[in-house]
């Protein structure tokens, strides 16, 4: 649906996001290789057409489909992905959690012994370890068609978080995972879509 809609709008078709809650299903991007998958069980594997490498997307998670004509907001797809990474920074900042950007690998990150801290994180990162400390709590994958991006982000609300393990999230053996109840932080799958909804509608205004 995702690519009928980009590929039959015209210039004056409205941007819309969409807001789901998926069935289990590990997604791989077109970089995907399988030896990340490592032992997907009973959970479909469905191939895709976004960037990145295998993630997975379950109940209690809020997945979010921007539908954005990028020349319409006048920016490219670096910017594009900060403002999506931004929006859900500010998600998080919303529930009093301190989010961060990893150089290199996208998506959001918490430190797992203070969530909350407004700390940066320090450098350099150790290339042998470059998420020591850290959890992932939000991934990213787009494609751009016809300057018309679709995909979107992820963001862990409140899911069981097993199935990451049977997978290299992301690509990075080891990268661990997390959501917000695993913070402490106990909302649910609305409000948590709402806000995200909210603040990608503002940033990825015209």
């Known amino acids: 649906m995702l690519c009928t809609f980009t590929d039959e709008r015209e210039a004056a078709t409205p941007d819309e996001i969409w807001l789901c809650e998926h069935a289990p299903v590990f997604t791989q991007g077109v970089a995907g290789r399988a030896e990340h998958v490592l032992d997907a069980g009973n959970v479909p594997v469905v191939a ?5 490498q295998v993630t997975y997307h379950g109940p209690g998670q809020v997945v979010a489909y921007p539908l954005v004509d990028l020349r319409r907001v006048g920016i ?11 929006a859900l920074l500010r998600v ?45 709590i939000a991934a990213l994958g787009v494609k751009v068609s016809r300057h018309c991006a679709y995909h979107g982000v992820a963001l862990n609300v409140a899911m069981d978080l097993a199935p990451f393990r049977r ?12 959501d917000l109840a695993r913070l402490g932080v106990f909302t649910d799958w609305d409000d948590a879509a709402s806000r995200l909804g909210h603040h990608l509608a503002v940033l990825l205004s015209p």
């Not at 895709?48 to 990145?52: C, D, K, L, Q």
């Not at 997978?167 to 997390?178: N, S």
């Open 48 to 52: 895709t057409n976004r960037g990145g």
């Open 76 to 86: 490219y797809v670096k910017e594009y992905v900060f403002r999506l990474e931004s």
């Open 92 to 136: 998080l900042e919303s529930y009093g959690v301190t989010g961060h950007r990893v150089a290199g690998a996208p998506g959001i990150y918490v430190r797992l012994d203070d969530p909350f801290g407004h700390a940066a994180l320090a450098g350099p990162v150790d290339p042998r370890d470059p998420f020591r400390g850290l959890g992932k």
């Open 167 to 178: 997978i290299h999230p992301c690509g990075y053996p080891g990268l661990e995972t997390v």
